[in-house]
């Protein structure tokens, strides 16, 4: 039986709870994210989006493309509360049900419904009766697809790509729609030349491994419609940190360290909370010109207490050179792995 997959996406979600909760801001562009200078946009209205604001965009060019928006700094906890409703809802059609964050999810209705539009509609009025808001719906065969579709006409929109399609469907696309392929590697396509999936499509696999190594097999089967992946009910927790916009940028590495101290701290809080430990440590920079840089150092052995956590990353930023000064610092432990309750007792103690 062929898969029916689905994927949800909340329309504006932060904006849009925004005006919900504040119908005078209804039809005003509306900007949730850090309101200081050096904050960055999480999230805009679609009347914020037609000046050309997005999200992840410092603010203060926000505020330099839309001098009129509405700024306002994120209600997490209002947020979750709204998330908490919506995903009941989606957990009443099926129990497979991933969550991608807090206002997007995949669902395999392959075995719950016969008719995926009335399936569709269904959640799209529930959600609209209990929370005043609209979400897109991508209905496909497979997660990349489904995706995809969701994207496909928003706000509030219903898009099904079913595979007699394919692949023409995808070929006028730019190729920053394929799921994977991120800013690094959408440039270095454009360096040759392929702008659009129906190029990318026209390349031998072993260009795309060359390429992107083994991920090329990957992106050389989505955009001719094969995608194996499953929807996971539980994901996994893969990885656990912090990170912050400083208020003015430096190359000091003693003021950075007092960054990683403090996020060393929330991130051993959070691994003793989820019962983790971490095999890996990961530092993120972003410098003034907004370019990012990782580097990370997978350890002999598992950590979990703030001073180590601490220590290693600090031994991290130690390694770097800064030839730029840095306006974002965020800190990371990944490779986790579940304690076992003798650890934890011994430990402790």
Known sequence: MEKVIMHVDMDAFFAAVEVHDNPKLKGKPVIVGGTSERGVVSTCSYEARKYGVKSAMPVYIAKSKCPNGIFLPPRIGRYKEVSKEIFSILRSVTPYVEPLSIDEAYLDITNYTKNSVSTSKFIKEAVMKKTGLTLSVGISYNKFLAKLASDWDKPNGLTIIRKNMMPQILFPLPISKV???????????????????????????????????????????????????????????????RENTLKRDTDDKNELKEYLKAFSISISKQLLNKGFSAKTVILKT?????????????????????????????EVLMEITLTEKVRLIGLSVSSLKENSLKQISLFDS
């Open 179 to 241: 799921y994977g392929l991120g800013k690094k590697s959408v440039k270095k396509l454009n360096d040759i030349g392929v702008f659009s999936i129906e190029e990318l499509y026209k390349l031998p696999k072993d260009i795309l491994i060359e390429f992107f190594g083994k991920y090329g097999i990957e992106v050389y089967d989505r955009i001719r419609g094969i995608d194996n992946r499953t929807v996971q009910i539980l994901r996994q927790t893969k990885s656990i940190g």
């Open 286 to 314: 972003k410098t003034s010109s907004f370019e990012n840089h990782t580097r990370s150092k997978t350890l002999p052995s598992y950590i979990y207490k703030p001073e180590d956590i601490y220590q290693e990353a600090c």
